[in-house]
């Protein structure tokens, strides 16, 4: 199948063909992260209002601590970079490790000694 | 252009914590419907790099209005408080995605089954999987239209549930029936914890 009227360079690098860098590539072949575990909902903040390209940081490491000037989920990262979860984990280790990101583990319902937490989420869907 | 590193003062920012409460079902039950229509944000999408090539495919019958094939996480955000943030995840709706269930389950509030009576079986897998790791669940019957209408007791017959486990009608595109959903759910997950600390006690 070939399109018309597009070069042979654009040919393939459609939605349909998926990232044109594969995630293995951006993480620099790194299937885990140097530190950490990074559960789906541990929230993200970037420690700096801007960092500068430096020596081992790629444009997805700038571009996490950009958009972690906001609170954000490691779910919620991989969704707005269009990332796999696993890839997102590897980048994180690397900003932890540097201290461009600060980051609040879930919490767990099971060590909490009271309702607090349910009685919390209670109300709050009810004041929705 | 370099502005420098500016950095924030430190312990200037407390971040709140966050939990997670799951949304299971048959494929195109309503799971991404349900977290769109409490979620504070459309709800968004992640992806697992699957390593295993696809077994099987999507069984479109009694579903011809679902054309496309959820192959990750659809998942939305309420925050509760400036402590507290609340993450619904709509679970894969494949069996092959099991590997991802258990991450999902760990340390979550609990979970709701969706179930469409036309496709009741359906939701057999994740009644299977919430009852064998103990995680609190309830089971919503989403009324599709044009669907029959079958009484509450029956439902909980058909998918021989345990009689503590409540069983309730929503229309998973409403906001208020998807609350109601979600907080029958969390005051189900405070009496198992509760059933279980007398138990341990």
């Given at each position: 199948m070939t399109v018309q009227g597009e070069s042979a360079d654009h040919?393939?690098?459609?939605?349909?063909?998926?990232?044109?860098?594969?995630p293995y590539a951006v993480t620099g072949?790194?299937?885990?992260?140097?530190t950490g575990t990074f559960d789906l909902i541990s929230l993200v903040m970037a420690t700096r209002t801007d960092v500068s390209p430096e020596i081992g940081l790629g444009p997805e490491h700038l571009a996490i601590v950009g958009l972690c000037q906001r609170m954000q989920s490691v779910a919620e990262i991989a969704a707005h970079l269009d990332l796999p979860v696993g890839t997102v984990r590897v980048l994180l280790g690397d900003l932890v490790a540097r201290n461009l990101v600060q980051i609040r583990e879930p919490q767990s319902?099971?060590?909490?000694?009271?309702h607090s937490i349910f009685e919390a989420v209670i109300n709050g869907l009810r004041a929705l | 252009m370099d502005y420098g590193h500016s950095e924030r003062p430190p312990g200037a920012v407390a971040l709140p914590t966050a939990i997670k409460i799951l949304v299971a079902g048959?494929?195109?039950?309503?799971k991404t419907t349900l977290v769109g229509a409490v979620s504070e944000t459309r709800p968004l999408r992640t992806e697992e790099v699957l390593t295993e090539s696809g077994v099987g495919i999507d069984d479109l019958s009694g579903v011809e209005t679902k054309r496309t094939t959820t192959v990750a996480m659809d998942f939305g955000r309420i925050t509760i408080s400036d402590d507290l943030v609340l993450y619904l995840f709509g679970t894969p709706?494949?069996?092959?995605f099991w590997f991802v269930w258990d991450e999902l389950a760990l340390g979550a509030i609990g979970a709701v089954v969706l179930a469409d009576t036309r496709r009741l079986a359906d939701c057999f897998p994740s009644i299977d999987y919430f009852e064998g790791r103990g995680t609190p669940f309830l089971v919503a019957v989403?009324?599709?239209?044009?669907a029959r209408q079958y009484r509450l007791d029956e439902v909980q017959a058909a998918l021989n549930l345990d009689p503590e486990v409540p069983v309730l009608l929503c229309d998973a595109r409403q906001r208020e029936s998807a609350k109601e959903v979600l907080i029958t759910m969390v005051e189900h997950a405070m009496k198992v914890r509760d059933a279980r600390r007398r138990g341990v006690e």
């Amino acid at each position: 199948m070939t399109v018309q009227g597009e070069s042979a360079d654009h040919q393939w690098v459609d939605d349909h063909a998926g990232p044109v860098v594969r995630p293995y590539a951006v993480t620099g072949g790194r299937a885990r992260p140097v530190t950490g575990t990074f559960d789906l909902i541990s929230l993200v903040m970037a420690t700096r209002t801007d960092v500068s390209p430096e020596i081992g940081l790629g444009p997805e490491h700038l571009a996490i601590v950009g958009l972690c000037q906001r609170m954000q989920s490691v779910a919620e990262i991989a969704a707005h970079l269009d990332l796999p979860v696993g890839t997102v984990r590897v980048l994180l280790g690397d900003l932890v490790a540097r201290n461009l990101v600060q980051i609040r583990e879930p919490q767990s319902t099971l060590g909490v000694p009271d309702h607090s937490i349910f009685e919390a989420v209670i109300n709050g869907l009810r004041a929705l | 252009m370099d502005y420098g590193h500016s950095e924030r003062p430190p312990g200037a920012v407390a971040l709140p914590t966050a939990i997670k409460i799951l949304v299971a079902g048959g494929f195109g039950v309503g799971k991404t419907t349900l977290v769109g229509a409490v979620s504070e944000t459309r709800p968004l999408r992640t992806e697992e790099v699957l390593t295993e090539s696809g077994v099987g495919i999507d069984d479109l019958s009694g579903v011809e209005t679902k054309r496309t094939t959820t192959v990750a996480m659809d998942f939305g955000r309420i925050t509760i408080s400036d402590d507290l943030v609340l993450y619904l995840f709509g679970t894969p709706g494949q069996d092959r995605f099991w590997f991802v269930w258990d991450e999902l389950a760990l340390g979550a509030i609990g979970a709701v089954v969706l179930a469409d009576t036309r496709r009741l079986a359906d939701c057999f897998p994740s009644i299977d999987y919430f009852e064998g790791r103990g995680t609190p669940f309830l089971v919503a019957v989403n009324c599709f239209e044009g669907a029959r209408q079958y009484r509450l007791d029956e439902v909980q017959a058909a998918l021989n549930l345990d009689p503590e486990v409540p069983v309730l009608l929503c229309d998973a595109r409403q906001r208020e029936s998807a609350k109601e959903v979600l907080i029958t759910m969390v005051e189900h997950a405070m009496k198992v914890r509760d059933a279980r600390r007398r138990g341990v006690e």
